[in-house]
């Protein structure tokens, strides 16, 4: 069984689109958030939400609007997408914030 | 600000021996820190952590050594086998921070 799930695994778009990745996370956890990984392998976190509440958002554009229908599901949303929007989007989740994170298989986004 | 570090970008070690992976962190308030890792096009897989009360703790052929004068913690692995091969990120974070502060990563390479 799949603890952190995301969907889907490959996207392939062109500038412009607006798309979605969803997250889901079977761990019965509180908190969930969506990081970048770019080519160099940075992970940069980006959101964070605790019991559905946006607890983290780092300088991202407004064009990335993250929601969490529930605990156990964290989607993210990206409008008008650019070329350097393309890296790998990890989602994770954590029982309490901060600590040990469970991460999902990643999402490589390629814009073209 | 926040910064966590790594000394070296890439290491390349023999199959059996020991690997050592080291990280530097500037941020003497950073109460906890973990290792993670990720292997080829999977998400980051927590490894061990250690919390700023501690200067070791052991796991299955994993240590850590923390070292809090300096900044520096370190990840041990024994007998080196070839699955070891993989992406090793340090994170860190404060008491009552929201967030972990990933480090840059260090590809570690396994000599037959």
């Known amino acids: 069984d799949t603890a952190v799930s995301q969907t889907p695994k490959y996207l392939v778009t062109q500038m412009g689109n607006d798309k979605s990745i969803k997250c889901e996370q079977n761990?019965?956890?509180?908190?969930m958030y969506w990081y970048k990984q770019d080519s160099k392998k940075f992970l940069k976190i980006m959101f964070s939400?605790?019991?559905?509440?946006?607890?983290i958002n780092e300088t991202v554009p407004n064009r990335f609007s993250p929601k969490s229908p529930d605990k156990a599901h964290l989607n993210l949303h990206i409008n008008s997408l650019e070329l350097g929007d393309s890296a790998v989007y990890f989602c994770?989740?954590?029982?309490?914030?901060?600590?040990?994170?469970?991460f999902g298989p990643g999402t490589r986004l390629t814009v073209t | 600000g926040e910064s966590v570090g790594l000394h070296l970008p890439t290491l390349s070690v023999q199959e059996g021996d020991n690997s050592i992976i080291n990280c530097a962190y500037s941020n003497s308030a950073s109460d906890y820190f973990i290792w993670y890792k990720q292997e080829s096009g999977k998400g980051p897989q927590f490894i061990i952590d250690?919390?700023?009360?501690?200067d070791k703790r052991q796991g299955q052929r994993v240590t850590v050594l923390l070292n809090k004068t300096v900044k520096h913690l370190s990840l041990q692995i024994a007998a080196t086998q070839p699955g070891d091969s993989a992406v090793y990120f340090c994170?860190?974070?404060?008491?009552?921070?929201?967030?972990?502060?990933f480090g840059q990563g260090t590809r570690l390479t396994i000599n037959p």
């Open positions: 994170a860190e974070a404060q008491e009552g921070a929201q967030k972990l502060v």
């Open positions: 994770a989740s954590s029982q309490g914030r901060g600590r040990e994170q469970y």
């Open positions: 761990l019965g956890h509180d908190t």
């Open positions: 250690i919390r700023s009360n501690m």
């Open positions: 939400y605790n019991n559905k509440e946006l607890i």
